[in-house]
Antibody, heavy 125, light 107 residues
Framework: QVQLVESGGGVVQPGRSLRLSCAASGFIFRKYGMHWVRQAPGKGLEWLAITSYAGTDSFYGDSAKGRFTISRDNSKNTLYLQMNSLRHEDTAVYYC??????????????????WGQGTLVIVSS | DIQMTQSPSTLSASVGDTVTITCRASQSINIWLAWYQQKPGTAPKALMYKASNLEGGVPSRFSGSGSGTEFTLTISSLQPDDFATYHCQQYHDYPYTFGQGTKLEIK
């Protein structure tokens, strides 16, 4: 079955960097786009970024542009989110999620189907 | 960016009731809408895509409709397991955007 396991969260000071990882199993990782989504305490979901199945194309939400970088290593079945210049408002649970594919998608975009359990990032001095 | 607005923000209902949640887009998104269910302290779970297609394993009491800018999620004959927060998301264009969520609580 599909499993996505995030790691790398923790407490970090403002201005510092953190890299999150998402280990994938139960599906052919290299064939699917992958997303990062976050949820601040008591708030709604915020989409951050997507990388294509090969890692050659990425798109970002406004909060992630310029500070966060999504990447993947298909040889390790692992997705990453590099977060730089962290701010208090980046405090959230960060989820990785798998994209659907094929006929379930529009011409350029696909919905999310499986989500990891999330990893908590707290930005605090 | 496409703005997604859900209503109501909170909905109180009883087991056995039928409820409807509305999601409106700030511009047409065709049928490129997904719904997710989230219980406290857990990750979201995919319910529906392309506005009305159920994910595998989702009970048939869940149904979705709509196209363009207005969409609905209907849950018939509410079960105790259905009390959760529901999120809509457009995937018509980047950046993907979510509604603010609708919390379905027990009356």
């Amino acid at each position: 079955q599909v499993q996505l396991v995030e790691s790398g969260g923790g407490v970090v000071q403002p201005g510092r960097s953190l890299r999150l990882s998402c280990a994938a199993s139960g599906f052919i990782f290299r064939k699917y786009g992958m997303h990062w989504v976050r949820q601040a305490p008591g708030k709604g979901l915020e989409w951050l970024a997507i990388t294509s199945y090969a890692g050659t194309d990425s798109f970002y939400g406004d909060s992630a542009k310029g500070r966060f970088t999504i990447s993947r290593d298909n040889s390790k079945n692992t997705l990453y989110l590099q977060m730089n210049s962290l701010r208090h408002e980046d405090t959230a649970v960060y989820y990785c999620a798998k994209a659907k594919s094929g006929a379930d998608c529009s011409s350029i975009t696909c919905p999310l189907d499986y989500w990891g359990q999330g990893t908590l990032v707290i930005v605090s001095s | 960016d496409i703005q997604m607005t859900q209503s109501p923000s909170t909905l109180s209902a009883s087991v056995g009731d039928t409820v409807t949640i509305t999601c409106r887009a700030s511009q047409s998104i065709n049928i490129w809408l997904a719904w997710y269910q989230q219980k406290p302290g857990t990750a979201p779970k995919a319910l529906m895509y392309k506005a009305s297609n159920l994910e595998g394993g989702v009970p048939s009491r869940f149904s979705g409709s709509g196209s363009g800018t207005e969409f609905t999620l209907t849950i018939s004959s509410l079960q105790p397991d259905d009390f959760a927060t529901y999120h809509c998301q457009q995937y018509h264009d980047y950046p993907y955007t979510f509604g603010q969520g609708t919390k379905l609580e027990i009356k």
